[in-house]
């Protein structure tokens, strides 16, 4: 398979990877430092950070780096007055809205990244190494475990305790209805068809589009203020 090969087992690939993940890193901390304590950003943006620590003691993916860029891009273009993309969109219009809590922007930040940016990542990735998605299965399984600690934290550290999060809460409804290895089942399919559709560059557009606005869409539901 030659160079898809050292992207899953090791090689120059890995270590280009791990140097970008090093300066997605320290742009992450950077950020994290420069955004309003009360910011559903914010609330984000420091689960998705310590994720992304924890990369330095994980193996770097050639996908790591260009998924970070994809939320740091829409991070970039929310600051200088142009739209991110549907699926950031609701985050950034309600980042301080009162009646929304941190796990909400937390959650719907990570089914965007899940959803939509990884998705897109995996067709990025394989046009840069001229392989197939089949190539990359490896790299996106270890891209799920760092997800899947992202998803750990957010559950832990922004949703309330047991003894507060009653079966009544609107929030348990709302974490209970989101399945992260169902997101990520879909997020390959969807990286599939994309890269399928890859000859034919308007039918291929239009599906990116569309996967985006219906993210953007599920984003928005998650956003819906709740009561105390």
Do not use: K
Not at 146 to 155: D, H, I
Not at 157 to 185: C, F, K, Q, V, Y
């Amino acid at each position: 398979m030659g160079q898809s090969a050292q992207l899953t087992h090791g090689g120059p690939d890995t270590g280009d990877a791990a140097d970008a993940i090093g300066a997605t890193g320290a742009r992450m901390r950077d950020l994290a430092a420069a955004l309003p304590e009360r910011d559903g950003i914010a609330a984000f943006h420091r689960v998705y950070l310590a994720a992304t620590e924890a990369t330095g003691r994980w193996p770097a993916t050639a996908l790591d780096a260009p998924l970070a860029g994809r939320y740091l891009a829409a991070v970039d273009a929310a600051a200088e007055g142009r739209r991110p993309p549907a699926c950031w969109r609701p985050a950034f219009q309600f980042r301080r809205h009162p009646g929304v809590r941190p796990a909400q922007f937390a959650l719907a930040g990570l089914h965007a990244l899940i959803g939509h940016d990884l998705t897109l990542a995996v067709v990025d990735a394989c046009r840069e190494a001229r392989c197939e998605p089949a190539d990359l299965e490896g790299e996106f399984d270890r891209v799920g475990d760092l997800l899947l600690a992202l998803e750990e934290r957010v559950r832990e550290d922004l949703a309330p305790g047991p003894e507060l999060l009653r079966i009544t809460d609107p929030l348990t409804h709302l974490l209970g209805s989101w399945n992260l290895e169902r997101a990520r089942e879909a997020s390959w399919s969807a990286a599939r068809a994309l890269w399928a559709l890859r000859r034919l560059p308007d039918v291929a557009e239009e599906f990116a589009l569309r996967l985006d606005a219906a993210v953007g869409f599920d984003c928005r539901m998650m956003l819906t203020p709740l009561p105390d």
